[in-house]
């Protein structure tokens, strides 16, 4: 059995959940790389439905779950989502949080909630959850990681460094944080309450790579949200990238085997920023009722579009994917003709790999190859053969698009409804 990552391939919400889920019961740790509770991955088992926005998926099969060195942490988002899962009768004896993850403070979210008013009409549309503010104390050296608030006395000192001037800025533009002395304690507390399940996981991580249990790396996102291959500035602040499942729980990138890429079978997006693809018409509208297209973290209704495998064949290039899961399959029975976008049209040019430059990007017109659709429903298929003939080469032509085998078929939320090829 070998290492496998997880990745999401368009802009979120491909179901990464259900598959981490599913195949986490073949692996004996389940690790959370990058991110933080901007996420929002959904399992369904039998008549519940679990989501989570931390934890790393595995945690319903009761493997060594991870939140590895490069995930950003709310301690009380982490805290509430101990509860549900407590409530619901789930161990979380096997969490493990790296002692090297960056905390997300309170003044992170208000001060994420400044910058997105100033941007106006050309906001990026966040979850406003601290996920960028936090990223960006880490890199410019100002963050808190869980060690320090495992430390009552190393979270003063590391506070009574950064915190003025983060006061000073808010104050400043007529917002209120906490005060010092009231995040000490708040943060103290989760830091007891946590403490138990926080240890070196890049440590933990070699025993398992020396013994060959295999890992499972969950990611989260899409590669079109990564902060440096996604459409700038329209991102999160993370590599949403397989290379980011070696930093970000501290393994090395040659024990990464298996890139598997969740690819839904339309394309969807949540927030601002370009979208070729989109449908502003009945089909998206469609799309987005029968795929029950809603933000899982912040509600809101999830743009929807074709399939756009200009995209895919980038993130193919950048991430090497190994084997494709095609999820919510079942969404486009019933639609006459499907449409695959296969290059753009930019001005009198033909463009057939993703451009970089955003005004170019906004100004995509996308060319569509049409396929007959299928009217059958397929929630209930178990096998390749049990598919329609117009389903199976809507899978084939992905397939010759893009040259990498579609291995995992995903005909609906719950567990039962996958098919392996
Ligand atoms: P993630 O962030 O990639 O884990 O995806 P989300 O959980 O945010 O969104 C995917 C949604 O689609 C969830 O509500 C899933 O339960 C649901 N889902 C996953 N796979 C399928 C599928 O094959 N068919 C349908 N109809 N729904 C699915
Ligand atoms: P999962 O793991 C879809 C989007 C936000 C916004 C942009 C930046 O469930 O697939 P952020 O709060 O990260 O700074 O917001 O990224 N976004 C997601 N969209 N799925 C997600 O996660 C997302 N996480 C962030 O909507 O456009
Ligand atoms: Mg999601």
Redesign the pocket.
């Known amino acids: 059995m070998k290492n496998t990552v997880v990745l999401?391939t368009q802009w979120?919400?491909?179901?990464?959940?259900?598959l981490v889920d599913l195949l986490s019961e073949n692996y004996e740790a389940v690790v959370r790389f990058q991110g933080g509770n901007n996420?929002?991955?959904?399992i369904?088992i039998g008549e519940n439905?679990y989501k989570l926005r931390l934890i790393p998926s595995g945690i319903f099969h009761q493997k060594t779950c991870i939140l590895g060195n490069g995930v950003v942490i709310d301690p009380k988002v982490l805290l509430e989502e101990f509860d549900i899962l407590q409530k619901a009768g789930v161990g979380i004896e096997k969490l493990y949080i790296s002692e090297r993850a960056q905390v997300i403070m309170p003044y992170h979210k208000v001060w994420e909630g400044i910058e997105e008013n100033h941007r106006g009409k050309n906001k990026i549309g966040t979850t406003l959850k601290g996920i960028g503010p936090c990223y960006s104390d880490k890199i410019s050296r100002n963050g808190v990681r869980i060690c320090d608030i495992c430390d009552k006395d190393q979270l003063r000192k590391r506070l009574e460094i950064v915190f003025p001037l983060k006061q000073k800025t808010i104050e400043a533009h007529g917002e209120m944080s906490p005060t010092l002395d009231e995040i000490c304690e708040q943060y103290t507390k989760y830091g007891e309450l946590l403490k138990k399940h926080v240890t070196s996981t890049s440590l933990l991580l070699e025993e398992y790579i020396a013994s060959k249990k295999p890992i499972l790396f969950e990611g989260a996102q899409g590669v079109f949200l990564d902060i440096d291959h996604g459409i700038y500035p329209f991102v999160t602040s993370s590599n949403t990238c397989a290379g980011a499942a070696s930093l970000g729980s501290g393994v090395p990138p040659s024990s990464l085997h298996n890139i598997v890429g969740?690819v839904k079978a339309y394309t969807t997006r949540v927030g601002g920023g370009p979208f070729p693809t989109e449908l502003e018409d009945e089909i998206g509208e469609r799309l987005g009722t029968v795929?029950?297209e809603f933000g899982?973290v912040t509600g809101r209704k999830r743009r929807c579009g074709w399939l756009d495998t200009v995209l895919l064949k980038c993130t193919h290039r950048i991430n090497g994917l190994t084997s494709i899961a095609l999820?919510?399959?079942?969404?486009l029975s019933g639609i006459e003709e499907i449409k695959i976008c296969t290059k753009y049209h930019y001005k009198d040019q033909v463009i057939d790999h993703f451009p970089n430059s955003l005004s170019i990007i906004e100004e995509l017109e996308p060319v569509y190859k049409t396929l007959p659709g299928w009217t059958e429903d397929i929630t209930m298929c178990k096998n390749f053969d049990d598919l329609p003939d117009n389903c199976k080469a809507y899978i084939k032509e992905i397939e010759l698009l893009l040259d990498v085998s579609v291995d995992i078929i995903?005909?609906?939320?719950e567990r039962s409804?996958t098919i392996f090829k």
């Open positions: 999401g979120g919400d491909e179901g990464k959940g259900k996420a929002g991955h959904t369904v439905t969740v795929g029950q899982t999820t919510k399959l079942d969404v995903s005909v609906g939320p409804q």
